[in-house]
T-cell receptor, first 116, second 109 residues
Framework: GAVVSQHPSWVICKSGTSVKIECRSL??????MFWYRQFPKQSLMLMAT?????????EQGVEKDKFLINHASLTLSTLTVTSAHPEDSSFYIC????????????FGPGTRLTVT | GQNIDQPTEMTATEGAIVQINCTYQ??????LFWYQQHAGEAPTFLSY??LDGLEEKGRFSSFLSRSKGYSYLLLKELQMKDSASYLC??????????WGAGTKLIIKP
């Protein structure tokens, strides 16, 4: 149980275009979903936290207008990288949590974005 | 501020035992997680400690001392597939995981 999927698993796009990444909890309803970015050999960096039906809470330094997050349901969240640039190339990982007292996060497999 | 301190890299031999230490400072505390991350993949959950003491789960055990801000992950009977990064992630008062860069564990035959 507690499986999280991401789509696509990898994507290559041209500079200036937008890319949408989907994150789905397959067998549970996620109270909260998280979006992370990870550069090679660096730690996970939390970008934003989202709860279903409400606006995402972005971490300091993350541009809200560039990284659009939509949490349409308890099983789906999307991250859209708008007007992508080569420096946005990274490994994007989503996670979902359940319950109120045990906040384990279940991670999706990640999406590798390359902007050319 | 919030801080995680783990060794950057460790090397161990197949079949042996290795202990990965983690010290942390957080604003409040709601437990500590250990995750395993293979290169190019997302993290996978290993353990969660919220009370002091040792939690054993198969070949992996995790220990927590809240007063010392200290945890360790103990891996026994090491296998080649255990080569990965191990991430210590305490959870702060806002239930947010605090991530360090992790410890890269290299297993040699």
């Amino acid at each position: 149980g507690a499986v999280v999927s991401q789509h696509p698993s990898w994507v290559i796009c041209k500079s200036g275009t937008s890319v949408k990444i989907e994150c789905r909890s397959l067998d549970f309803q996620a109270t909260t979903m998280f979006w992370y970015r990870q550069f090679p050999k660096q730690s996970l960096m939390l970008m934003a936290t989202s709860n279903e039906g409400s606006k995402a809470t972005y971490e300091q330094g993350v541009e809200k207008d560039k990284f659009l997050i939509n949490h349409a349901s308890l099983t789906l969240s999307t991250l859209t990288v708008t007007s992508a640039h080569p420096e946005d190339s990274s490994f994007y990982i989503c996670s979902a949590s359940v319950g109120r007292d045990f906040h384990e996060q279940y991670f999706g497999p990640g999406t590798r974005l390359t902007v050319t | 501020g919030q801080n995680i301190d783990q060794p950057t890299e460790m090397t161990a031999t197949e079949g042996a035992i290795v202990q990965i230490n983690c010290t942390y400072q957080t604003s409040g505390f709601n437990g500590l997680f250990w995750y395993q991350q293979h290169a190019g993949e997302a993290p996978t959950f290993l353990s969660y400690n919220v009370l002091d003491g040792l939690e054993e789960k198969g070949r992996f055990s995790s220990f927590l001392s809240r007063s010392k801000g200290y945890s360790y992950l103990l891996l026994k009977e090491l296998q080649m597939k255990d080569s990965a990064s191990y991430l210590c992630a305490p959870m702060d008062s806002n239930y947010q995981l605090i991530w360090g860069a992790g410890t890269k564990l290299i297993i040699k035959p």
